[in-house]
């Protein structure tokens, strides 16, 4: 351990550094409208170390591959079954957490597909 120099900040050696992925995650050097909720906002390229959902390096989530995968299964299962659809006219007021969530909640319409 050693003092570090990072831009224009001295970090002193033993010092604490909290990575904080919400202010990160809203950085409107990688985001266009970053307050916005866009989930296409991840269809097309972005910078990588700009979405940290599960932290960095040592303390990085354990359940991380897991979750992705369960969280791909889930999903496919829902939309094979159901069309979903913001309800007309509702803006979800995101805010942060421990993880992102609406403080409204999210009006959802769920309609059984025909297979």
């Not at 002193?12 to 904080?20: L, R, T, Y």
């Not at 390096?57 to 913001?86: D, P, S, V, W």
């Not at 309800?87 to 957490?97: K, S, T």
Request: proline residues 4%; charged residues 30%.
């Amino acid at each position: 351990k050693k003092d570090t120099q990072v831009r224009d900040k001295l970090i002193k050696k033993d010092s604490g550094v909290v990575i904080a992925p919400w202010l990160i995650h809203r950085h409107e050097e990688f985001w266009t409208n970053p307050h916005g909720f866009n989930p296409s906002r991840f269809e097309g390229e972005y910078k990588k170390d700009a979405y940290l959902p599960f932290g960095v390096g040592e303390r990085i989530c354990i359940g991380q591959g897991f979750a992705m995968q369960e969280a791909i299964l889930i999903l496919a299962n829902i939309l094979k079954t159901y069309k979903l659809e913001l309800e007309e006219g509702f803006v979800p007021d995101v805010v942060g957490r421990l993880t992102v969530r609406s403080a409204n909640g999210m009006r959802i319409k769920f309609s059984k597909r025909e297979l």
